[in-house]
Nanobody
């Protein structure tokens, strides 16, 4: 069973920084990609950043230049460095992984429970 656990959320003032981390554990054959999504109150869940095994990254326009996603493939962890935070970044941030438990399994989408990020004025 694969489990994703997020950490690093909290309260920060506008302009400050936070670093989110996510660790995948359990029986895993391979993880094809990992990323971060967020959901603010009253809004749909949206992509923040993703990274595949080759290091290719994808960012939402709203966070480009401020957020940096990184991954340690050997440890099956992914991090999100968030700088110059704005109040509109306030949301629950969810870790995501796409992978397979065995070589013959289909890719499956895994989600963490989420970590709250609150940016105050």
């Amino acid at each position: 069973q694969v489990q994703l656990v997020e950490s690093g959320g909290g309260l920060v003032q506008a302009g400050g920084s936070l670093r989110l981390s996510c660790a995948a554990s359990g029986t895993i054959f391979s993880i094809n990609g990992m990323g971060w999504y967020r959901q603010a109150p009253g809004k749909q869940r949206e992509l923040v950043a993703t990274i595949n095994n080759g290091g290719r990254v994808n960012y939402a326009d709203s966070v480009k230049g401020r957020f940096t996603i990184s991954r340690d493939n050997a440890k099956n962890t992914v991090s999100l460095q968030m700088n110059s935070l704005k109040p509109e970044d306030t949301a629950v941030y969810y870790c995501n992984a796409v992978g397979r438990r065995t070589a013959w399994s289909a890719d499956q989408n895994y989600w963490g429970q989420g970590t709250q990020v609150t940016v105050s004025l």
